[in-house]
């Protein structure tokens, strides 16, 4: 900016009824807010690290929740081998859990999966 507001300082004034003042004023506000310009490149780098938290934040529950699930079931299949689960007891318990891990992972493949859909849209 300070080189900006150098250039802007030796701005002259150009011609019938243009104030030094007004020179610099239209010489800053062509280049500070131009396609070249400060802010635009603000404006690149703030799009650019918002998509990326949004883009982290997205994913880092998705991958913790797939990790978990997925231990689950590798639990559930490990505990499927033992003698004492073939009970009734024990195949009613792992039926029940198999039905909720399903539905776990529907939720998160459906409206959790669509909800970030949309947070990332807005990013």
Not at 52 to 80: C, F, G, I
Request: aromatic share 8%.
């Amino acid at each position: 900016m300070k080189e900006i507001y150098d250039k802007a300082w030796g701005q002259k004034s150009a011609g019938k009824g243009r104030t030094m003042k007004g020179a610099r004023w239209d010489f800053l506000r062509q280049t500070i807010v131009g396609p070249a310009g400060p802010f635009c490149q603000i404006a690149y780098w703030a799009r650019k690290e918002a998509k990326e938290a949004v883009n982290k934040v997205n994913e880092e529950p998705r991958s913790s929740l797939d990790e978990m699930l997925r231990k689950v079931q590798v639990t559930l299949e490990q505990v499927k081998t033992k003698k004492e689960d073939d009970m009734e007891e024990g195949k009613k318990f792992r039926t029940e859990l198999h039905r909720m891990v399903d539905e776990a992972r529907r939720i998160l493949d459906g409206v959790a999966q669509k909800s970030l859909d949309l947070c990332k849209a807005y990013k």
